[in-house]
């Protein structure tokens, strides 16, 4: 699938669950399951509760979800 495909949507973290992975509230009320995509975690970039994150899903599960950058506060 092309990743233009990819759903986009911002949300607040708001659990930190074992290996990398997360529970993000989106903007419109949804919670999504998501890890951490390659690139954040080569960079070490860290992820914690409250951070506002900007996510990808597919069109196909949105209960998923990749976190693909941090917004900085």
């Known amino acids: 699938m092309p990743k233009s495909d990819m759903i986009e949507a911002e949300g607040v973290v708001v659990e930190s669950l074992r ?17 951490i995509s390659g690139k954040m975690r080569v960079n070490y970039i860290r992820i914690l509760e ?23 506060h």
């Open 19 to 35: 290996g990398s992975e997360f529970k993000v509230k989106l903007t419109n009320g949804h919670i999504v399951h998501c890890t």
């Open 50 to 72: 409250g951070d506002s994150v900007k996510i990808e899903m597919s069109p196909y599960d949105i209960t998923k979800g990749r976190i693909t950058y941090r917004n900085k």
